[in-house]
């Protein structure tokens, strides 16, 4: 049985950068990290993420969109259950709701589901502020 790849790690700022200021220390995923990351995702026929998500957030499907680097649909499957995705990607404890639930984190290796949402909710804000 081949191997599944290993969850994608999220950039972080380099220590000495960050101690001078109150930036954000992750820097999120990039567009390739983020298909990389939703290519792991088995699409479940039963997706018992979505059982861990209080909201209600039609995960399989978002990231079924992300894996085929439909931002916009992706964004837009969360948006109908959260409309604060780039907030909650970041406060929400996944690793305890979704994460956990995932048929991947039997081995430990969950997807990234807030960090997906996380991107998806970051791409949403660009592309609201190259709008104006």
Wanted: hydrophobic content about 25%.
């Amino acid at each position: 049985m081949a191997q599944r790849k290993k969850r994608t790690p999220m950039p972080t700022r380099d220590p000495a950068e960050r101690s001078k200021d109150f930036a954000e220390v992750a820097r999120g995923y990039t567009r390739e990290m983020a298909i990389e990351e939703a290519n792991r995702c088995l699409q479940c026929k039963t997706p018992t993420c979505e059982q861990g998500c209080p909201v209600g957030i039609n995960i399989k499907g978002f990231i079924k969109h992300l894996h085929e680097g439909n931002f916009d649909k992706a964004l837009e499957t969360i948006e109908k259950s959260n409309t604060l995705p780039a907030v909650c990607g970041r406060v929400c404890p996944q690793e305890k709701q979704c994460e956990s639930r995932c048929v991947l984190a039997k081995t430990g290796k969950p997807i990234a589901i807030g960090r997906l949402e996380r991107f998806l909710g970051d791409y949403g804000g660009k592309k609201k502020q190259e709008q104006k």
